[in-house]
T-cell receptor, first 113, second 114 residues
Framework: EPEVTQTPSHQVTQMGQEVILRCVPISNHLYFYWYRQILGQKVEFLVS????????KSEIFDDQFSVERPDGSNFTLKIRSTKLEDSAMYFCASNPTGAYEQYFGPGTRLTVT | AQSVSQHNHHVILSEAASLELGCNYS??????LFWYVQYPGQHLQLLLK??????LVKGIKGFEAEFIKSKFSFNLRKPSVQWSDTAEYFC????????????FGAGTILRVKS
């Protein structure tokens, strides 16, 4: 069964550094999402992406964040200058048409020191 | 703004006990409803979903949920839990339009004692 994959599984970075989190959505899916979960808190929506542009973003998704689909398979989340409070589990998700359930990847645990 | 409330943060049950996890949402429009499960060390997996039709939906592993529109609720149930059901359970909602974000509840950690 096709799965969403994410790399790396764990990323440790220093405050102020740039990080890129990578996701490979399921191949025939058209809608892509990033969510994050700070330890002990709920899963929060960051951004949705369709047709090579952002379709919706939350207030968390400020100028420090960007997303890109650099080729036909990858979907990336970049954080330009990481802060301590960016430490969280970041989940990528995708779905084929936007109207069905979202399929989640295993997550990348980002630790900012 | 949409919000999702899950009533219990931690639930501890013995094997064979019945389970009901509460979920209420606040949104006036038509919504899709989901329960996701996250087993220890694994990613979020869909347990079941409601889009329309029969408000009693059955999912994987013997789980079911009932959508009660008048109560804005979508409670998850299982008649007899197993040790392997130990996991965190998330209720989530999105709107009917395409490409809409999921709004998650805070999650309920279920521990089943063998």
């Amino acid at each position: 069964e096709p799965e969403v994959t994410q790399t790396p599984s764990h990323q440790v970075t220093q405050m102020g550094q740039e990080v890129i989190l990578r996701c490979v959505p399921i191949s025939n899916h058209l809608y892509f999402y990033w969510y994050r979960q700070i330890l002990g808190q709920k899963v929060e929506f960051l951004v949705s992406f369709y047709n090579n542009e952002i379709s919706e973003k939350s207030e968390i998704f400020d100028d420090q964040f960007s997303v890109e689909r650099p080729d036909g398979s990858n979907f990336t989340l970049k954080i330009r200058s990481t802060k301590l409070e960016d430490s969280a589990m970041y989940f990528c998700a995708s779905n084929p048409t936007g109207a069905y359930e979202q399929y989640f990847g295993p997550g990348t645990r980002l630790t900012v020191t | 703004a949409q919000s999702v409330s899950q009533h219990n943060h931690h639930v501890i049950l013995s094997e064979a006990a019945s389970l009901e996890l509460g979920c209420n949402y606040s949104y006036g429009g038509t919504v899709n409803l989901f329960w996701y499960v996250q087993y220890p060390g694994q990613h979020l997996q869909l347990l079941l979903k409601y889009f329309s039709g029969d408000p009693l939906v059955k999912g994987i592993k013997g789980f079911e949920a009932e959508f009660i529109k008048s109560k804005f609720s979508f409670n998850l149930r299982k008649p007899s839990v197993q040790w392997s059901d130990t996991a965190e359970y998330f209720c989530a909602v999105n709107r009917m339009e395409y490409g809409n974000k999921l709004v998650f509840g805070a999650g309920t950690i279920l521990r089943v004692k063998s």
